[in-house]
């Protein structure tokens, strides 16, 4: 190797810390140091899936939050207004279920880049559509209904069938994920909430189905039904939460599992700093000696050989 050839690697070496011919420098051991550096990098794709399997948690938490928030109180200020007969009361309590009903379809519309949370596999749709159609679903369902039991069952039939219209008209996602830990907007807890939501929301008298004034359980039962769905709701973001805790256990691990690789995976192809500076000085030096002794002998004529 000319001495260009040895300083261009030698200057390589002391940048990367590693020697560039890992072939020539370990001979017998190249077999180790390859399968210690896929060792690395099994351990960085890993790093980098949990990370973002992580960051998605995080931001289905903060969408979840957000939707539980945007519900407190409702069903406390229905049932007030209901016990006190206080027909402005229950219109305002109405308004704030829709209110909420806002917060928990744009919470539930969250996107990590260019993917929708709550959609399942489609990821590339918002998983569900307008508010203004949910209600105008349940409002119909009311003007159809003879009973209250018979609209009971109608809001049976509409969220909890996967047919109905919940899952195939208002959700737009699959009705599954291949992610196991992925959560779908009509997860049991999430469509309880909303069924509650929906039902008090058309309750306002300027527009109430003539059912609801017949009988005001109907009413009652949709805040009890917010607050169950609430109270699972909780339970769903603990379980998140300990997926959130696996996962930083897991890139704790991680951590002394590269520690220990790198430090296996340095002690084989690493290049002594101090060594290949040195080396480097000494080339840099050989190689200007090089060019002074071409000039001179480039400059080399008879005359000045007889001077």
Do not use: C
């Not at 939050?65 to 407190?72: L, N, R």
């Not at 890139?251 to 790198?262: F, G, P, Q």
Request: charge should be negative.
């Amino acid at each position: 190797m000319d001495l260009r050839s040895r300083l261009e690697t030698t200057s390589t070496e002391l940048v990367t810390g590693r020697h560039a011919d890992l072939t020539a420098h370990l001979s017998g051991r190249i077999g180790d140091a390859m399968l210690s550096g896929k060792v690395l990098e099994d351990l960085a794709t890993q790093r980098e899936h949990f990370s973002l399997k992580g960051n998605r948690l995080t931001l289905v938490q903060l969408a979840l939050q957000m939707a539980q928030d945007g519900t407190q109180g409702v069903e406390v200020a229905t049932l007030d207004a209901l016990a006190r007969d206080d027909g402005p009361a229950l219109e305002l309590a109405a308004r704030d279920a829709r209110d909420a009903l806002e917060q928990v379809f744009e919470a539930l519309n969250t996107r990590h880049g260019d993917r929708f949370l709550f959609s399942g596999d489609q990821t590339g749709t918002p998983p569900l559509s307008a508010v203004e159609d949910l209600l105008d679903d349940v409002r119909d369902l009311a003007l159809g209904a003879p009973t209250p039991g018979d609209f009971e069952a109608a809001l049976d039939t509409y969220f909890e069938d996967p047919a109905g219209g919940w899952a195939t008209a208002i959700y737009q996602g699959t009705p599954t994920a291949s992610d196991p830990d992925a959560m779908l907007a009509i997860d049991p807890a999430i469509t309880e909430m909303v069924r509650g939501l929906s039902v008090i929301a058309v309750s306002a008298s300027s527009s109430a189905p003539p059912l609801f004034a017949a009988d005001m359980t109907i009413i009652s039962g949709a805040a009890e039904t917010l607050s169950g769905g609430r109270d699972a709701l909780v339970s769903r973001r603990a379980d998140i939460g300990r997926l959130q805790e696996n996962i930083d256990n897991r890139l704790s691990r991680l951590d002394v599992e590269e520690t220990i690789a790198t430090e296996l995976f340095n002690a084989m192809t690493a290049r002594d700093p101090y060594e290949a500076a040195t080396e480097l000085r000494e080339l840099e030096t050989n190689l200007q000696a090089s060019y002074l002794l071409s000039s001179r002998l480039a400059d080399l004529t008879f005359v000045n050989y007889v001077r």
